[in-house]
Every structure is written in structure tokens, then in C-alpha cells.
């Protein structure tokens, strides 16, 4: 069996990607690994992200800075909630892009041994419309990448 010692987790702070981490985690313990949890925005097509907002008591920032910002938050607070009390350390990183390529570029990037990461497993006609980012990875990973499954 290959050595894992690099795991990568995209989320998207669902409940499927709340088990994806919790299996990278337990896989980490097994192997002594390093996991990674990635997390990919996509900004607006519509709004330019140099353009400025200003919440209130705040200065004026870029809506990338603003949305950046939210998305280290909501990282936090899913990585806490995902492992509780789990002593295992995870590096987070937030990027913005589209989503399917900006994970194969880190998992490329990185030298990954492998990618866990849910799937909402969605079939028919809701698969067609929303497509699958779990199933581009899988087709063009360039290291083994394990999918779980949510029920629906």
C-alpha cells in the first residue's frame, strides 16, 4: 500500500463535507498524516471584486477582502464543529476561484497522496442541471481521491 502522508479535504461546509473530514481525520491518525481542508468561493460574475463595501463600524474593503474574510470565519467554525474536541491539527486554506479546477491545481500543487471529499451523490435530471465537482476531481485527480456519500 502507497504511504500517505498528505491528505486534502475541499469543502463546502456541508454536512457531506463534515463526514469527508471527519474520515480524513481518522485516516490521518491511521497513517500519521498531514491533512490540508481547502475551501474554494466563487466570486460573483456580476460584481467586480475590486469594487468597495462598508458595513457598518468598518472601513471600506474590496468585496474579495469581505467575502475572504466571511469564508476564514466560516472555516473556523466548521473545522471546530466537524472534529470537536479532536486533538488533530489541520492546516485551512481559503481560495477563490472556480471550484473543481482550483482544487486540482492545489492537489497538483501540493503533492497530495490523497483527496477525500464528499458527494451529495445527486442522479437524473438535478445532476445534469448542478453537475458534479466530486466527479470532475475524480476524473482528473492526479493522486487517488475517495468520495463519501451523503444521503440525500
Known sequence: MANISRILVPVDFSECSSRALRQAAELARKFNA??????????????????????????????SDYANERAQLEMKRFVEDALGADPLAVRTVVESGHAYATILRWASEGSFDLLVMGTHGRSGLQHVLLGSIAEKVVRHAPCPVMTVRCPQ
Open 34 to 63: 498531514a491533512v490540508e481542508v481547502l475551501y474554494v468561493w466563487e466570486p460573483p460574475l456580476y460584481v467586480f471584486p475590486e469594487l468597495l463595501v462598508e458595513a457598518p463600524g468598518g472601513p471600506p474593503r474590496t468585496v
